[in-house]
């Protein structure tokens, strides 16, 4: 057993060393954005060198009873070192000039916030997602070709309300089980009873609350979504998902249940209802409208099977106000959103913000998507040479 | 938008604790074989004061955990309700995990963790192994989804 371990051990260790080389070769061709990221691997194999080390050094004691402990942190290393390979060296070995769109966005969504301002970020070809940890770089994820556009690049601020939520972590949970607490008095019934029945039902409402978990963290990850994108996120979100599928808009009571999303078309009525009282009637009304229509077409009737009923509405209201002003993501400004603003300007450079030109860049797609792809290009090689 | 978020932070959490878990059973271990191995002392305090979070956490979860599935838990993420809900499972089953952690629950143990006696050194290697167990197979759900399979 010994032999094994070591082996594995000095495979490891091997296998890093090579990376570790690679990486500080490649230093030199990374975008500054990736820096931080790249400074903060460099160091991680410094880590996972030593505890390999540690390892080796463990198994040279040559007791016996401690070998099933180095054969447990062998795994655990090598986890680590295949989750890191994976997902973090490929975004910083695989660097694309193209990258710096996205990742020029990413930079400035994390100095927007003290707490984030600091935390090394990657971007990876993927689904919308990130992998928020506080204790490694966050990863980005977006589809290849979302990456050299406009429109969808929104949908980061939802991705950065999740690492948000970890930086406040125990206040966001207290508001989020306040809420769940709330929801279970809402769903009561009126008389008790001690049956079977009532017991399955205890059951249903059960799962209904921790459902709610989730639920309130996605709605609150769309709350940022707006919070700093304005109507750009909304659009940016309604376009994603409304040509998806049916699911977008109504799922079987049995898969509501503990589902890690509230369905779409229920994100969609509360980011409206958000639209709306920030004074955004106008886009509130398109983006539903938008939805009822295409769910008309397919024959689909709104039913959300108790999982979420309208005097849930205002509990829910004040606990996603809630967690913003916890979180305190920054705002837009009224300049970067207002219509009448956006249609008196051709091209908005990046200087303090990139949200006057995600907004621009909706306002313009909606007003003739013909003529949106050259504009669009346009404003991306502005973005990019604007030297900020 | 996916959910690797979840699967990625439990995923994490668990390798936190299982490299703190390790870390403790060698010291103690050692310790056993007569080697004082103090040179390890700071990082085992570091791994038994993660523990003890761990635990003062899961306490919580495994009482509301027991009141039945009619009690929703709340404010936890869905994975660390799962891991409660092993937790419990584990604790009826006793043929499987039969050490102090399981037998006598979870505050019982944090005090163990914390003794410096020597007799009580296997009871608290018996538990660890047992609890690295739980986690190892609570984990594997979201190692397949963070690592997916080869």
């Known amino acids: ?388 | 938008m996916s959910v690797q978020w979840l699967a990625v932070q439990s995923f994490q959490h668990n390798q936190e604790l299982l490299a703190a878990i390790n870390k403790i059973s060698i010291h103690l271990r050692l310790q056993l074989e007569g080697n004082e191995d103090s040179e390890r002392a700071g990082e085992v305090n570091t791994a038994r004061e993660l523990l003890s979070s761990f635990f003062r956490e899961l306490e919580t979860l495994v009482i509301v955990t027991e009141r039945g599935e009619e009690v929703p838990v709340l404010g936890v993420n869905p994975r660390l309700r799962q891991l409660a809900r092993s937790f419990v499972t584990a604790k009826r089953n006793s043929h499987r995990f039969h050490s102090s952690l399981f037998r006598k629950g979870v505050t019982c143990f944090q005090q163990l963790l914390n003794s410096d006696r020597r007799e009580d050194r296997t009871a608290i290697l018996e538990s660890l192994e047992e609890l690295r167990v739980l986690l190892e197979e609570h984990m594997h759900v979201d190692a397949e989804r963070v690592l997916g399979e080869i």
């Open chain 1, 1 to 388: 057993m010994r032999d094994i371990l070591r082996q594995n051990n000095a495979d490891l260790l091997r296998e890093i060393e090579l990376l570790r080389e690679r990486l500080e070769k490649a230093a030199s061709a990374i975008p500054a954005e990736l820096q931080s990221c790249h400074d903060w691997i460099i160091s991680f194999c410094a880590q996972v060198q030593a505890t390999a080390r540690q390892n080796l050094a463990d198994l040279n004691l040559g007791i016996d009873s401690i070998l099933p402990y180095i054969l447990s942190n062998t795994q655990v290393l090598t986890r680590h070192v295949r989750l890191f390979n994976q997902r973090l060296v490929g975004p910083i070995l695989r660097a694309r000039d193209s990258d710096r769109l996205c990742l020029k966005v990413l930079r400035w969504i994390h100095s927007s916030h003290s707490l984030t301002q600091h935390i090394p970020m990657a971007l990876s070809d993927g689904d919308f997602a990130s992998w928020p940890q506080l204790s490694w770089p966050t990863i980005y994820f977006m589809p290849p070709s979302a990456q050299h556009r406009l429109l969808y690049l929104p949908l980061f601020f939802h991705e950065f309300g999740h690492l948000l939520y970890a930086c406040h972590e125990p206040e966001m949970d207290e508001l989020v089980k306040a809420l769940q607490s709330r929801i279970a008095q809402f769903l009561e019934p009126s008389a008790q009873r001690d049956d079977r029945h009532a017991q399955a039902e205890a059951k249903r409402r059960s799962v209904i609350v921790e459902t709610w978990y989730e639920w309130t963290h996605e709605l609150f990850c769309d709350a940022v979504g707006f919070q700093m994108g304005g109507p750009a996120y909304a659009y940016s979100f309604s376009m994603y998902f409304r040509a998806l599928m049916r699911d977008q808009y109504h799922i079987r009571p049995e898969d509501l249940e503990h589902r890690d999303h509230p369905v779409t078309w229920l994100r969609i009525r509360l980011l409206a209802d958000r639209a709306r009282r920030m004074k955004f009637g106008a886009d509130a009304e398109a983006l539903e409208d938008t939805w009822s229509k295409i769910a008309a077409t397919m024959g689909v009737v709104e039913d959300y099977y108790g999982f979420y009923i309208d005097k849930f509405l205002p509990s829910v209201q004040q606990t996603i106000d809630d967690m913003i002003v916890e979180a305190a993501p920054r705002s837009f400004e009224a300049h970067e959103v207002s219509t009448a603003e956006l249609l008196r300007i051709e091209s908005a450079p990046i200087r303090s913000s990139p949200v006057q030109l995600l907004n621009l860049a909706w306002r313009k797609f909606l007003q003739d998507e013909s003529e949106y792809s050259a504009w669009e290009q346009k404003a991306i090689e502005g973005l990019l040479n604007d030297g900020t």
